[in-house]
């Protein structure tokens, strides 16, 4: 089945500053990618996804990459605010159901 | 629109146990899944449902039975609860499975003493 590994696991940031997020995947038959953000004790809730048909989207402060060559893709977040806070979790499918989950990274932004 | 609701929030059970989890979404969804969140490990698919009456195996199905008898209701059962089973179950739904957004519940918290 479909292997996602995410990094970092934990990500430090300044207010203000940008933070990455990059994860791999293994099946190269995945096409949708889905980032998810879980605030503490709440329930994980799609911020952005993309498809396997193009290499970049982006959403206000929000970014995605994907290159499908080296099957990776990545969440950008620029200007980061304290309510950028929160576990944020990528995903992979293959025009299926099953989404196949990152671990996770807990960003925390600082003031 | 209510969305995913699941039932209970929280449980503690005794080694043994057995209970039910149930879901339900108002939103006319097909695919509804159970996944469940152990620290550092992300979400795990357990089960899932394709449409009412069906149900298929996800990641980690072993101690878990499903049933979806009604499209908008999906119950995930432990019929003898294991310390290891001590998790956060999310149950979720889509409108079809190619890409289309999951939505997911609130979250039940079960922990097995």
């Known amino acids: 089945g479909e292997n996602v590994e995410q990094h970092p696991s934990t990500l430090s940031v300044q207010e203000g500053d940008s933070a990455v997020i990059k994860c791999t995947y293994s099946?190269?038959?995945?096409?949708?990618f889905p980032w998810y953000k879980q605030e503490l004790g709440k329930r994980p809730q799609l911020i952005i996804d993309i498809r396997s048909n193009v290499g970049e989207k982006k959403d206000q402060r929000i970014a995605v990459t994907l290159n499908k060559t080296a099957k990776h893709f990545s969440l950008h977040i620029t200007e980061t605010q304290p309510e950028d806070s929160a576990v944020y979790f990528c995903?992979?499918?293959?025009?299926?159901?099953?989404?196949?989950f990152g671990a996770g990274t807990t960003v925390t932004v600082r003031a | 629109n209510a969305g995913v609701t699941q039932t209970p929030k929280f449980r503690v059970l005794k080694t043994g146990q057995s209970m039910t989890l149930l879901c339900a979404q108002d939103?006319?969804?097909?695919?509804m899944y159970w996944y469940r969140q152990d620290p550092g490990m992300g979400l795990r698919l357990i089960h899932y449902s394709v449409g009412e009456g069906t149900t298929a195996k996800g990641e980690v199905p072993d101690g878990y039975n499903v049933s979806r008898l009604k499209k908008q209701n999906f119950l995930l059962g432990l019929e003898s609860a294991a310390p290891s089973q001590t998790s956060v179950y999310f149950c979720?739904?889509?409108?079809?499975?190619?890409?289309?957004?999951?939505?997911f519940g609130e979250g039940s918290w079960l922990t097995v003493v």
């Open positions: 995903a992979a499918s293959k025009n299926d159901y099953k989404l196949s």
């Open positions: 099946d190269s038959a995945s096409n949708y």
């Open positions: 939103m006319n969804h097909e695919y």
């Open positions: 979720a739904s889509s409108y079809s499975g190619s890409g289309n957004t999951i939505y």
